[in-house]
């Protein structure tokens, strides 16, 4: 069969992208398909976000981070299919793949790696009036630019990691940072949520956001207390609103091959990426079971495995794994070429 690859990684957030190095170093034929316009996945909702949890990194912007992992991604010359979403993945007869996208193309590939997280995403909108108005002024479900919230009062809506982070990275930044929450507890990191509280940002608990004054933009917010429905309205410049996502599992339940998702979300696998469909393997948040680390450094090591997978199942006497990288003969002439730069100058 012409133009067939031996894997193709389908979403390219940390997990796909560090997926295509590794099966590049094992020298398969590789191809990423992605339905954004640029390569980083879930990253692109916060480029601005300092990152600390990577490995060997000193704290890095996510924006930073996307281009590190797409230029590492792209060292072996993979194919890269961008702005097209996978609605479908079949078996030949021959026991390959074909992956069928929004457009109706057909992709061909002997193995799979999904790695498009639990799902494609969208923010959860609020569902206000006036919400498509503002959102085209100063409200928010991606934070894109600091710069924006300087000396600005911000509202931000929600009590888990995001909306935590948001508002210890804008304190600093905003004239003043309300959080508001449904509940009476945030759910988050312990020191994150102990930095919150001990910040100049105002909580606070058991309050909805219920409705929004301003002709263009927003002015006012309207807050209601969830038990004893007592509202009050406060001035604001920004409103953020971290609600968490809309998860489109369309791929995983409608494909017509065997891929049985996890109870909590993602599909059933194992540590190694192994799915329930021989030949299809996942990685980061496509991928669950038990003691699963739902970080970017956990993301790292799903691909290898699931890389790791994919090889063997194209070439059973091939190695379980790649040689090291500072041994690999793929990278000598590319490591030649920074000893240089950093011997010559």
Not at 18 to 37: A, C, H, P, V, W
Not at 107 to 115: E, G, N, Q, Y
Not at 139 to 152: A, R, T, W
Not at 191 to 220: P, Q
Request: glycine share 10%; no cysteine.
């Amino acid at each position: 069969m012409t133009g067939i690859y031996d894997v193709t990684i389908v979403g390219a957030g940390p997990a796909g992208l560090f997926s295509s190095f590794y099966s590049g170093l094992r020298e398969m034929k590789t191809k990423i398909i992605d339905n954004q316009k640029t390569l980083g996945g879930k990253i692109h909702a916060y480029p601005e976000k300092m990152i600390w949890d990577v490995g060997g990194l000193t704290p890095v912007l996510g924006e930073q981070l996307m281009e590190q992992l797409a230029e590492q991604a792209t060292t072996f010359d993979p194919t890269v299919i961008l702005e097209r979403k996978i609605i479908n993945i079949e078996k030949t007869k021959d026991g390959h793949f074909v992956l069928i996208t929004n457009y109706g193309e057909e992709h061909f590939s002997k193995t799979i790696i999904l790695a498009v997280g639990s799902g494609i995403l969208a923010p959860k909108k609020i569902g206000l009036e006036g919400e498509e108005r503002y959102i085209q002024t100063n409200l928010h479900y991606m934070v894109d630019s600091l710069k924006n919230f300087k000396d600005k009062t911000v509202l931000i809506s929600g009590g888990g990691h995001s909306a935590i982070d948001w508002a210890n990275t804008l304190e600093p930044i905003a004239k003043k940072v309300i959080i508001t929450y449904r509940k009476g507890e945030f759910i988050g990191h312990e020191a994150e949520i102990t930095k919150l509280k001990n910040s100049s940002a105002e909580i606070v608990f058991y309050t909805n956001i219920v409705g929004f004054e301003g002709e263009t933009h927003i002015e006012k917010a309207i807050l209601e207390h969830v038990e004893t429905g007592e509202k009050s309205a406060i001035n604001v410049d920004e409103v953020i609103i971290n609600h968490g996502y809309d998860k489109d599992n369309t791929l995983f339940e409608q494909s017509k091959v065997n891929l049985k998702l996890h109870e909590k979300y993602g599909l059933k696998g194992n540590p190694f990426g192994v799915t329930s469909e021989p030949g299809i393997f996942a990685a980061g948040d496509s991928l669950n079971y038990e003691g699963k680390l739902h970080l970017i450094a956990g993301a790292f090591q799903d691909a290898v495995h699931a890389v790791n997978q994919a090889k063997q199942l194209i070439e059973p006497k091939a190695d379980q794994m790649a040689m090291v990288s500072s041994h690999n003969e793929l990278l000598k002439d590319k490591n030649k070429k920074i000893y240089d730069n950093l011997v010559i100058g």
